[in-house]
């Protein structure tokens, strides 16, 4: 944690550190073309009418193997007939761990800024901290970050690595342009299933929607279905890892665990039942590796072959690569193992002037950027994956500022090996 006495980083100059305080609610895009109409959708049209219940496979038949899925039968965008509309075209947004370290509530009091009669007009300083973050989310029509601390006063259970988040974090993530926020993560119980239960009530005060976590074990698993321009999007999310296993008890909420099977069941079904576009987000592998695990890289194979177009990754708070695969039904899809941190204390006490290069990884952040496109026939493609990259900047004083990437760009692009925006 932060404790006043670390050595000043001079990665940005205190003008330009002032000016990203600034850009809180800037919605420019940097070095994208902008989307006509990718507004950020209001609250109460975010959600397509589908509801979100489980949905299962015809007579929800078992894996052949247990392990491994048979393709399916048949190619489920064979039956879409040509359309002679316009093709649609989308842009996705994909940010890594939001993390409440006690020191971004310190870095948050230092950045408020609230008018005469005492109002916040930054969501208490979080909205300078996440400032940056505007811009790079800017034009997305699905922005989506894992939120890895509980939204709640409630105060079970203290100690280090045991978060609780203040709502004004929340609220500067809604704000910055995100719409979907993952809740499948080690830290959901941090401050038990009654935690959990305030976290998923403000994340829909502010607009957002959570996935992975629900009322009850169902709709916790089941996906978040989404529509976008005519394009139907089914979202998962699944944790690996849980630090705290309170028991499930009626009327508690639930958060869902990832199995392989029953994800790649659910994906299947998702397709048959109209979904376009089928987006896993995994809280899994090892904290610090910059690689995923040998059994990660053939997890994500099997998914893919099962209809998962996106694999999104978190939990390592590093960077690690990004895959554009070829499925064996001739999809393109998206393996992105690991976005690292989008904002965290992490790695506070790294001097770029001094430090080893790889000491710095956890305050590397990138915004993935995918664009899907639907073709005349129907079928919807992936068709790019670039990056923004950004750089958790930290001062003597307590300051915590994400900023666009300078002097980390080489480093950001060597682990994610996609190309980067301007």
Not at 349 to 362: C, I, L, Q, V, Y
């Amino acid at each position: 944690m932060h404790d006043g006495r670390l050595p000043r980083v001079d990665s940005i100059s205190p003008a330009r550190r002032a000016r990203w305080r600034g850009l809180a609610c800037a919605s420019i895009l940097v070095g994208v073309t902008a989307i006509t109409g990718c507004a950020r959708e209001p609250a109460s049209s975010g959600v397509s009418a589908t509801p979100r219940a489980a949905v299962r496979a015809a007579g929800d038949r078992p894996d052949p193997d247990g392990a491994r899925p048979a393709l399916e039968e048949r190619d489920a965008d064979a039956a879409r007939p040509a359309t002679s509309a316009a093709p649609a075209r989308l842009v996705l947004a994909f940010g890594g761990d939001v993390i409440a370290h006690e020191a971004l509530r310190v870095a948050a009091a230092r950045a408020d800024q609230r008018d005469a009669s005492g109002r916040s007009q930054n969501d208490s300083g979080y909205g300078a901290l996440i400032a940056a973050v505007a811009p790079a989310v800017s034009g997305a029509d699905l922005a989506f970050a894992n939120l890895e601390s509980p939204v709640t006063q409630r105060g079970l259970r203290r100690g280090e690595m045991i978060f609780q988040a203040d709502e004004p974090l929340l609220a500067a993530v809604a704000r910055a342009g995100f719409h979907v926020v993952s809740v499948a993560n080690n830290h959901a119980l941090d401050q038990g299933r009654g935690g959990l239960a305030d976290t998923l009530d403000a994340v829909q005060r502010h607009g957002l929607v959570a996935v992975g976590g629900a009322d009850t074990m169902r709709a916790a698993c089941a996906p978040l279905m989404l529509e976008r321009r005519g394009i139907k999007i089914a979202v998962f999310a699944r944790t690996l890892l849980m630090n705290f296993h309170d028991p499930l008890e009626p009327g508690k909420p639930a958060v869902c665990m990832l199995a392989e099977g029953p994800l790649k069941r659910e994906a299947r079904a998702a397709r048959a039942q109209g979904a376009d576009v089928v987006i896993a987000s995994l809280h899994w592998g090892n904290e610090y590796e910059r690689a995923p695990r040998r059994e990660q890289v053939d997890a994500a194979a099997r998914l893919v072959d099962a209809g998962v177009d996106l694999v999104i990754g978190h939990h390592p708070h590093v960077l690690q690569r990004v895959e554009r695969v070829t499925t064996r039904d001739g999809r393109r899809a998206v393996i992105a193992y690991s976005l690292g941190n989008l904002l965290s204390n992490q790695g506070y006490a790294f001097d770029p002037a001094r430090g080893k290069e790889a000491d710095g990884d956890t305050r590397d952040a990138a915004i993935l950027r995918v664009v899907l496109s639907r073709r005349e026939d129907g079928a919807v493609r992936v068709d790019e994956a670039s990056a923004i990259p950004l750089w958790t900047d930290h001062t003597a004083d307590g300051d915590i500022l994400l900023v666009p990437a300078t002097s980390r760009r080489r480093r950001i692009a060597e682990r994610l090996q996609v190309p980067l925006v301007p």
